[in-house]
DNA sequence: CTGCTCGTGTTTACCGGTCAACACGAGGAG
DNA sequence: CTCCTCGTGTTGACCGGTAAACACGAGCAG
């Protein structure tokens, strides 16, 4: 493949003249710059090579995102591609390209080694979306020495300097919870997911629940507390996986025994598991919202388009996407953290949207 | 930042025995490795620059992926968050990176230089999704000299040498339009979209539907026309996007007259205008399938959910990601394409799903 | 004792650009 | 007439690695 001293040669400039032909047109005449051009394209000249380019200028000219698990996994998610969409429109903006980091989490297993795809990306900056607090990702991206911040999880510690973007679950379940305890419900149970990255699914103990790995998890789950009848400790089972069939068996469980005692109102930690519910009460013929009230939490496209149409915790997803993108912009760019060009924390609101599940317990 | 180069000073040895401590643990004895990793890891080396290597080496460990319009966009978009699924899963499963890059379809402002992020991409190689017959995206993309892969369109020319993915959309259009001649339809209406990129709205006429820019448009059109009566020209109407709200719109105008002559059934391109017919129907107060057969295509996961559940054409997203890059990643590691390695082009079929939105016309 | 191979490192040449500093002739100001 | 500035280019030094070829002592077979 040529290269920009062969066009040099070819045309009988200097390379930098062939450089600036491409970056700095007012450098040169405008007929050598045609000549040079035109001379490129005879001999397939590409263009200056990226790699090169940027390993002098030390500019990637792109912006990775780290996601727990495969990416492939990633996309299945639609609060993820949300998010991603926020990132993308605001990056795009900035003429630079988004990579895709999967970021198994896994521990090394070559000793220190694991993470391969976070310390080989070729990018200006981190975006961490979402990973649990001993995350392997956040540590590599950190030793990069590249700016990162920090999306939902893990929350760095106050100090730390990492910049961090989230959204105020406690406050938002606080929400959720307060308007179920306000329509009068007492039997109250939780639909959990990711209480680790174990995968396991089941009624979840003091002990596991005084261990969330997951920040956005734990702050949920805080929250519902918060507004639930003081010393209530409604009963909290994990699913295994967020996905509505996950979220229906799990549910079905909740609802087995007879109406005197099971739940009038279940409280999900995320939309697709309250989907799973609605399947399950649907299922069961247990009326919704007559029988048992549902709320959900982010309130994806898919809630207000449910039957009924689901009461949910809205999160603002793109948003979030976008303010961590321009803050992590602002970093590239070179704003210090903290000091007086990007903020540190950013704190995104989380509201109550009721819409059609909810209503008092029957009597 | 520290370099190899120091590392390597700091501890007494030359900088290729440093790299060969990362890349090759074979070449020297365990305690020197051990001893050049913990003093990289003291003077906070954040270990080989990925620029730097990625020149040396002449490989970038990503690929990229090219999509009309915005990123945004994309991410709003099912079909393409299905694919980048299956492109997500090979590549990570090959250990690369996944870039995404935006390319607008404008035409070059300032010469012949548009498409920049094509151009400057750090990638091995690009995956071309879904671009109009005349894109400059796919223009650059070639121009860069690597290896790359077309999805859906545009079509290369024959004996392009250029590999390409694709479904049958031709034959899962006619699948579509014989279900619904052989329920005895014989006033068949087509809501269409991407005639062109310029978004235009409204019925489409025959000089218009004789210059659609978009191979796939073009091709699930031509299976309609394959299976219609010969010599009907069912009316197309353009939505202006690919919306259930555009679709809607669009299926309101259509369904707007007396019963005897509105159509019996509407053969949408895609899913999420067949969805926002449904809406129209309900609106109206038109009967699915009693009065109004639909059928969609793509078969996104929202058609079996919907009600009534959407009749529509399968056709399989995931699998044409995981396909095409596969194949890209096959020319990357060396396999000349159409020669012996790679096949120049591979298609995938696309199956009708009957569901219930298709009945026989009312008579 | 000689000659080979093997394990460990080192030398040296790229990879393909960008950029700061400098060269040089022409036109305009003083 | 001289000096300065400006427009155009050129020189040469990096950017931070990778890899082929070579050096060298030790162990070992013949």
């Known amino acids: 493949m040529a290269t920009l001293r062969d066009v040099a040669a070819a045309v009988g400039v200097s390379h930098t003249t062939v450089s600036n032909a491409y970056h700095r047109p007012e450098k ?7 000549r040079i ?6 001999l397939g000249y590409p263009g200056p090579n990226p790699l090169a380019a940027g390993l002098a200028t030390r500019r990637a000219g792109a912006v990775g995102v780290l996601f727990t698990e495969a990416l492939s996994y990633a996309f299945t998610d639609p609060a993820a591609v949300l998010f991603l969409q926020g990132v993308a429109g605001t990056s795009e903006l900035a003429d630079v390209g988004l990579t895709l980091i999967p970021a198994p989490p896994e521990s090394p297993s070559a000793g220190e080694w694991a993470s391969d795809a976070v310390r080989r990306a070729v990018v200006d900056g981190f975006l961490a979306y979402s990973l649990s607090d001993d995350h392997p990702g956040v540590v590599a991206a950190r030793a990069r020495g590249l700016p990162l911040v920090v999306v939902d999880e893990p929350e ?8 961090f973007v989230y959204v ?21 149970a939780v639909l959990a997911d990711r209480l680790a990255a174990d995968g396991r699914s089941g009624p979840a103990d003091g002990a596991r629940l005084g261990a969330v790995t997951y920040a956005v998890v ?12 003081a ?12 996905s509505a069939e996950l ?6 469980g909740l609802l087995a025994g007879p109406p005197e005692e099971r739940p009038t109102a279940i409280l999900a930690i995320t939309d697709r598991l309250a989907e799973g ?10 009326a919704v919202p007559g029988e048992l009230s549902v709320v959900g939490f982010d309130d994806l496209p898919p809630a207000a388009a449910a039957v009924p149409p689901l009461t949910t915790v809205r999160q603002p997803l793109v948003r979030k996407g976008e303010v961590a993108a321009r803050m992590l912009l602002d970093l590239i760019a070179g704003a210090a953290p903290g000091a007086g060009g990007a903020p540190e924390r950013v704190r995104l609101p989380a509201e109550l949207v009721v819409r059609s599940t909810t209503a008092p317990p029957a009597r």
Chains 1, 2 share one sequence.
Do not use: F, K
């Open 231 to 242: 010393g209530s400790r409604p009963p909290v089972v994990e699913c295994g996986g967020n």
């Open 277 to 286: 519910a609605l399947a399950a009460a649907r299922e069961l013929g247990v």
């Open 156 to 163: 760095p510690r106050p100090g730390d300097g990492v910049p």
């Open 247 to 252: 979220g229906r068996a799990a549910a079905l």
């Open 218 to 229: 734990r702050h949920r789950l805080a929250g519902y507390l918060d507004a639930l009848p």
């Open 37 to 42: 051009l035109r001379t490129a394209r005879e």
């Open 28 to 34: 040169l005449s405008g007929a050598l710059r045609e």
């Open 168 to 188: 105020d679950d406690r406050d938002g379940a606080r929400q959720a919870a307060a308007h179920l305890a306000g329509l009068g419900h007492r039997r109250v």
